[in-house]
């Protein structure tokens, strides 16, 4: 979220949450929480996400809470009335006050995007533990804008941008840039045309998704793109890009795997067609081979010969001499019969070469049609239609994971949950191999407090979060394999790879976890190779 669009939320959330009540505060999944709150009108939902790369801050409709594998929040302020809502004037904070002295600050900016509640200028409460109870509420930062103290001549056009108003939205600067031609224009030029920008977001936003995924509160006039969608005001701009995001992360995922496997096949078969190829080659050694061996046995009589190589008058080419590698502890005659099988090798791996070489043509164009088909689904709902119909083709495509092994080569069961790879250790030493091969963005887990295997979902390079759905039948797979399989709930650790290390000298399987999060899940036992 940018400052500007805050501004505009500030607004809407005036009128919308002043006089208001919060009633119950739960955070159903990481970096997501929601407030129910009672208007004077009617009920709704006031929902943030704190993930990187998706914070955000909206209302939507009303619907009653999850009550599994959630904690309650902030409940000082339950049926407290709010008495305002604020920003402060140069910074992506915003502040829920209430009637008996608390305020809920939001951080809308950073990885430590948070939600806190405070009295008295302390914070009393955290949503996560970027920020500590007890410490000073973190004062906003205030910037005087157009006020350039040093000097930026030497910057990228962005960069004096950003330096003459650091709020400007850094989504649309290049598309700035080269329509407006921004490259070659002096200081003062660049000063007029980020003050006309900054006045329009001001005064008059156009609150537009483009065709190319990206929101700007920017009109036509000034930055040109074609507009997808306009929306009647700031709240449904973040909702739509909010979920958008969502979809787009998880048919990411899905697609990945699939991709990864496809490029894979892909590559191996053209591999595998540039030696078939090459096999005439291969009939050439089977005619030498053969000469070779006629020529031998028309010198069988010498019988052995204690030497490496024979020199002997060439049949096919006469007047000339050809030197033919023999083994010593043959004869002539069984070096002669070694050469017709040799020829006769030869000669079967060229026939099946150009018996495989259709066959593999094949397989490459099916898999080029099929990658060519899932790189352009740019829809969820679609891709998932996609697979469908494609189910049988596409089985041998997954879980390639980009890696020259096998399934059965790796040292921990396999298994797929809607397209996202996932290892499970098999023992103490292949907990250890499975944490060790792991990327560092992969999702690991393991039940809390007892003897289990290790799970990862790989995630290859991806910094976000499979959807909760996978996280959770992961996690009951995770509980099965473990001391806690017996019990109807268990808490199963949720953490990435590169929270996760081995202390030097600690025994096979033994880690330590420097950052969790804990679901509570049914143990159920997982299909695995």
Known sequence: MNYYELIYLNRLLKNKLSGSVITNTVSPYKN?????????????????????????????SYRGAKKNNTINFFEEIYGVEITDVSIPDTDRWFYIHFENGYKLSFRLFSNRANVFLSKDGVITEVYKEYDEEGEPVPAPQELDLFQVESDISNKSTKNKLVALNPMLPRQNLKDLIEIHELDSADLPKLESFVRKMTGAMETEPSFRLLENGETTLLSENLLPLKTQMVYDDINHLILDRYKNYSRNQRLKQRK???????????????????????????????????????????????GSVNSKELELDDLYNAGEKVNIPIKRELDIAENAQRYYKKSASAERSFQEAVQRIPKMEKEKE??????????????????????????????????????????????????DIKGYPVWIGKNAKSNDKLVQMAHKEDVWMHARKVAGSHLIIKMGNDKGMPPKDVLLEAASYAAYNSKAKGTKLAPVIITKKKYVRKPKGSPPGAVLVDKESVEMVEPRKPDVK
């Not at 929480?33 to 209302?59: D, M, Q, Y």
């Not at 090459?278 to 089977?286: F, M, S, T, V, Y």
């Open 256 to 302: 990945s795997s699939i991709i990864k496997g496809l490029k894979t096949k892909i590559k191996r078969t053209k591999s595998g067609l540039k030696n078939l190829h090459q096999a005439d080659k291969g009939l050439e050694r089977a005619e030498k081979y053969e000469q070779w061996g006629h020529i031998l046995m028309a010198n069988a009589h010498i």
């Open 32 to 60: 997501y929480i929601e407030f129910f709150v009672e208007g004077k009108n009617n009920s709704f939902r006031l929902c943030f996400s704190s993930a990187p790369g998706n914070i955000a801050l909206f209302t939507d």
């Open 366 to 415: 099916k898999a080029e049609q099929l990658l060519e088909q899932a790189e352009s689904i740019n829809n969820l709902w679609e891709f998932q239609d996609w697979e469908k119909e494609h189910e049988e083709e596409l089985k041998e495509y997954r879980n390639t994971d980009g890696s020259e092994s096998n399934t059965e080569q790796l040292p921990f069961y396999t298994l």
